[in-house]
């Protein structure tokens, strides 16, 4: 059974950064997809940024290209979000996401993709 906890949420100005963590608990994460879904108040869920086990992008959203970095590390099995030049839009709770994909070119952007999810943590930006 694999688990996901994730920490570093909080009030943050726009134009600040933040950086998620997810701990990966259960299994070897090596196999797996790694990534983080945001869902804003009153939006759906919404794929930002999650890559495959080897590194390649599985799934990417337009609106934080160039601003969100994910990277994991394996030693820590601990994944990372780093969130700079944060928008007001981007407030929301962020969801630790992983599954587990045979191929290394694997992509998912759709809730469904990922069968494992972290509790979620609260981003706000003010403006």
């Known amino acids: 059974q694999v688990q996901l906890v994730e920490s570093g949420g909080g009030l943050v100005q726009a134009g600040g950064s933040l950086r998620l963590s997810c701990e990966v608990s259960?299994?070897?994460?090596?196999?797996?997809?790694m990534g983080w879904f945001r869902q804003a108040p009153g939006k759906e869920f919404e794929c930002v940024i999650s890559?495959?086990?080897?590194?390649?992008?599985?799934c990417s959203a337009d609106s934080v290209k160039d601003r969100f970095t994910i990277s994991r590390d394996g030693a820590k099995n601990t994944v990372y979000l780093q969130m700079n030049s944060l928008k007001p839009e981007d407030t929301g709770v962020y969801y630790c996401?992983?599954?587990?994909?045979?191929?290394?070119?694997?992509?998912?952007?759709?809730?469904?993709?990922?069968?494992?999810w972290g509790q979620g943590t609260q981003v706000t930006v003010s403006s």
């Open positions: 996401v992983a599954q587990l994909v045979r191929t290394a070119d694997w992509t998912g952007t759709s809730v469904n993709d990922y069968g494992y």
């Open positions: 259960g299994r070897t994460f090596s196999r797996y997809a």
């Open positions: 890559i495959s086990w080897n590194g390649g992008s599985a």
